[in-house]
């Protein structure tokens, strides 16, 4: 579902705006692999906010649970979570609050054109190599 002109503008504004806390703590535990607990912290974040920034959240959030359901093996919640996560962060901009949005598109869509070539019988032979991290732009780590 597309935004409205008056959420995009809202969008950009906001995507213009510093990271808040919650935001860098989420990737810090993404980035770590521990995509259970960035689940948590990103989850608060998006919470807390009411306008079209909760795109960016929830996408880096889906992202890393999709990581987790391919760690676990589970073929469909994996496949899933990365169709949510890229409808998402394909509506914004390619940089937003400082996360590098368009790498992160490229990454989940990699992975998940990885897992879906292995398939639910071999999604357990998913090379952690395309565990990509979310990359900051403009020093911010």
């Not at 989420?26 to 306008?51: C, K, M, P, T």
Request: aromatic share 8%; glycine share 8%; with cysteine.
């Amino acid at each position: 579902m597309g935004m409205n002109d008056a959420q995009n503008r809202m969008l950009r504004k906001q995507c213009d705006a510093m990271p808040n806390e919650l935001l860098l703590r989420g990737i810090a535990l993404f980035n770590a692999g521990d995509y259970f607990e960035q689940h948590e912290v990103l989850e608060e974040a998006w919470r807390q906010e009411s306008g079209p920034i909760r795109q960016l959240y929830q996408g880096i959030l889906q992202v890393g649970v999709a990581y987790l359901h391919i760690k676990r093996g589970n073929y469909l919640g994996a496949t899933r979570l990365l169709e949510r996560a890229l409808d998402k962060l394909l509506q914004l901009p390619d940089v937003c609050q400082g996360v590098d949005v368009a790498q992160l598109v490229s990454d989940a869509s990699t992975a998940r054109a990885q897992v879906i070539r292995l398939g639910p019988e071999r999604i357990n032979q998913f090379s952690s190599v395309f565990f990509k991290p979310v990359r900051l732009k403009h020093g911010l780590r």
